[in-house]
């Protein structure tokens, strides 16, 4: 099981950063991916990290503002978002794909955490 950490309320232009874990399942064999949904806004895939930490992907929304990683211990991966507006307001899940590659489409994803909330206000 997934489990996104980190969310909250902040003003435009502070930093979060996410982290998601599973103290179940070890990512060593998962690529992974950062994905939002907004009120009335389908789900959107906003950064995906592959297998060995050394391809990443960005929404063009975010490229230059976040960055994601994998953690040294395999189970755990971060977003590290920065100069955050209101329009990354957003429930943020992560999910995780097994193989190499991510895709950039959400049913390519098998495991999926709850999701943490993060409010960005003007």
């Known amino acids: 099981q997934l489990v996104e950490s980190g969310g909250g309320v902040v003003q435009a232009g502070d930093s979060l950063k996410l982290t998601c874990a599973d103290s179940g399942r070890a990512f060593s064999n998962y690529a992974m991916g950062w994905f939002r949904q907004a009120p009335g806004k389908e789900r959107e895939l906003v950064a995906a990290i592959d297998l060995s930490g050394a391809t990443a992907y960005y929404a063009n929304s975010v490229k230059g503002r976040f960055t994601v990683s994998r953690g040294n211990a395999k189970n755990t991966v971060y977003l590290q978002m920065n100069s955050l507006t209101v329009e990354d307001t957003a429930v943020y899940y992560c999910?995780?794909?097994?193989?190499?590659?991510?895709?950039?489409?959400?049913?390519?994803?098998?495991?999926w955490g709850q999701g943490t909330q993060v409010t960005v206000s003007s």
């Open positions: 999910a995780a794909r097994l193989g190499s590659y991510y895709y950039t489409r959400d049913y390519e994803y098998a495991f």
